[in-house]
């Protein structure tokens, strides 16, 4: 990898793990989400780096895709288990990393057994490993303590500018025909439940990324498709934000979101939850391959 390339990878995994630390340690029973949301956001902007995507703070049986609406008014609560997941980019070069925070949940198993499954999981990232040897060994970590693993959520390829490249990364075995190569960035991301292992869309949509330009009637429309394209590059980016540059009432904006989504200038992410209400726990990091696998976010 090109030691310009790689000084990026470092840089923005630095920020992300200590944004994640600091998220940590704000979070507790009164605190609210958006006031964690937006310090972490600060912080990030602060060291002079971008968002990757918006802070996604999950509770409970929501696995992911959740994050603080424009005036969010909930706080955490005692008993929460919160998934925070931060993702930070150093001109394009993305680190993505989450931890789980257990309020007295009494569901500190379920993040243990993430922790352990990514442990191992980073291991192995070698050049020569198949990917699904990977994903067997996050799969029987889950299973041989009693939980289930999510599986239709997967870990993911990294490239400039983009979260998910082509490659999937499973944390079940599957036929993915792909060998890791020297320099391949992934993040890896093992979801544990002590529900069924699977997640489905709710109605709740924060999040968005820009596919293409075809603005609707709405004037609005093509300043948002542009700040998606431009200002985001093109990478998943949340309601607020706009609200916040555009001024544009909660109501319109939904309404051109929707538009937007509809004539397929935008794909929405649904906040994600287990279908059978199981709690979830998160455990990720990003890896460089290599024979020595480098862990930018740890
Ligand atoms: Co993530």
Known sequence: MDPDVLDKYKKAGRICRDCLEFGNSMINPGVKIIEVVEQIE???TKSGAGFAFPINVSLNET??????????????????????????????????????ISLNSGKEELYKTAQKALGRALKLMRPGTPVPVVSQTIEETIRNAGFNPIIN?????????????????????????YVLKEGDVFALEPF????????????????YMFISDRPTRFPESRKILEMASDMFHGLPFTKRWINQRLKISPLKLNLVLRQLEQNNSLYAYPALREIKNGSVAQAEHTVIVGDKPRITTA
């Open 153 to 177: 959520l997967t870990g993911h390829g990294l490239d400039r500018y983009r979260l998910h490249s082509r490659i999937e990364f499973p944390n079940v075995r599957t036929d993915v025909n």
């Open 42 to 44: 600060d912080k990030i």
């Open 192 to 207: 544990v439940t002590d529900g069924s292992g699977k997640v489905t869309e709710t109605e709740k949509v924060l999040i």
């Open 63 to 100: 696995a992911a895709h959740d994050t603080a609406d424009i005036g969010d008014m909930r706080a955490f609560q005692d008993g929460d288990l919160v998934k925070l997941d931060i993702g930070v980019q150093v001109d394009g070069y993305i680190a993505d990393s989450a931890l789980t």
